[in-house]
């Protein structure tokens, strides 16, 4: 048997790094945040920016075994690029400008720009520009596990939102949308087996593109309540998307009811502006009532009319508008751009100079009340055609649970996730901009057409927490915990108590199970505490009372039970029940 010091399996409480706390950080908002805290898995050095200590390394380490195996798997080949990137590459894909205030920027002693890299299609684009020039190099699938950094607004959540994290990022290289897609396929196996890995309740559902680009893209959800995204699924279909992206359904006519009259009538509405206001004062629904919003996209007036009772999503604004950023015009520039104060605003009569995008569902009101342009009025009887017409028509609008399937017309539902990973179809997108080509069969060249796949570690972790937890603390399913088996010992200065636990920590440890041996002079209070908050799946206490009796006492993390077991059968015991873990 080896000595236990020579064992990569094995650490003793007492030489090991790790101290749990009662205190909970003042800014611990989601139980995985606090668990992590108190576990003493992670310390904060500054906003979004976290020490991963020794336990929470470990089970990151187990994560990108998993994620290796996976991409392998998926014929993915391991690189490794600098977090550090010239702002030269990104002058030339366009989002020196375009990526805004999340991007880091660095100035070096030659006062030369560069950026502390929040993903890599840059930097990967100018590696394979270099280096591929045929069809016959393609397709290609590279990806690395590395630490980015985005400047987040609002970094929280511990690991889940941080400022500087760790992503597994993949990128991939071909000659055509065929080949592109069998890849994005494989990849997205690939994630669904990292998640299964990690016994995650997930669900993969269509995203926006955002600010990364490209014509196609999901994401991977853990279902959450904690979770920042919203998910509508229909369980008739199987459609499921983002709502940023979820499609209103097609058909306009969802017609709402007439809007009271079918005559133009203006109607005083002192001082009201919200639809609860107007619509009681004018006695129509909300959804017989056009809301009009100003916009600012890219700095300039854009005027949105959606239903009374519907929501705008900015995303597909911004797309629509092909804008950078769309942001609410404040009460200044409504009245600058308008003429009319906040909360007034409609379709009929709208200042000329300014475009009027309407959503297609208030296309279905035959007609309507709505804004009026002036200070404390609203029209009742407004219809599209006769007194107002938009630019332009579009699906605007926040889709939520309740809403029609897109595809199928069922009801949809609406939950909560957290995104761990999102996969894109990117297109020529960075290889037309960076001028990165391949020769086909025929010595033509045309741009290579990339796919790009991330996936947080760190998220990820915290989202098993989300998920597995109890008011005691964490419960780690085995393939993510840091340690496989707590071995305790309760009594460590009892002679016989310390030398039977040595000698369970050798056997385990020459049995290659990775224990972690609490040898700590502690009450037993404390190290059971300690046991349920840091939530290693197997324990096996020895205590004086019952080797007296020639016990040990075995038990699980999740259901907490205690079993007595002879102490000869411990080590086959505590390998039996890791088993059906492993399973
Ligand atoms: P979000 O919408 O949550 O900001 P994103 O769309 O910006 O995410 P991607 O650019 O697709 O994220 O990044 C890939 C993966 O990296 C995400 O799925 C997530 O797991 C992880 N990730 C992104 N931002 C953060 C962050 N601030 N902290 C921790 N992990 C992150
Ligand atoms: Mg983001």
Redesign the pocket.
Known sequence: MPPPSSSLMGHRWSRYYLYTTREVPGDAEVVSHRLMARAGMIKKLAA?IYTYAPLARRTIGKLEAIVRAEMEKAGGVELLMPAIQPASLWQESGRWEQYGKELLRIRDRHQRDFCFGP?HEEVVTDLVRGDVKSYRQLPILLYQIQT?F?D?VR?RFG?????E?L?K?AYSFHTSEESLRETYELVCRAYRGIFDACRLDYTMVEADT?S?GGSSSH??MVLASTG??AVVSCRACGYAANVEKAEAPKSAAQAAAGGGADELRQVATPGLRTIGEVSKALGLEPRELVKTLLYEADGKPVAVAVRGDHEVNEIKLQNALAATEVRLADDAAVERATGAPTGFLGPVGLAPDVPLWADHAARGLASFGCGANRADAHYVGAQWGRDAEPTAWADLRLVRGGDPCPRCGATLEESRGI????TFMLGVKYSAAMGAGFTDERGATHPLIMGCY???L???MAAAIEQNHDEHGIIWPLPLAPFQVLLVSLNPNDEAVRRQSDELYDALCARGVEVLYDDRDERPGVKFNDADLVGIPIRLVVGGKSLARGEVELSLRRDREKHAIPVAEAVTKTLESLSPLEG
């Open positions: 979004g993903t980015k985005r987040e970094p690991l889940m939102r941080g400022r994290f992503m990022d955002g990364i994401e991977f920042e995204s995104e761990v990973g999102h991330g996936l947080g760190g998220r990820t």
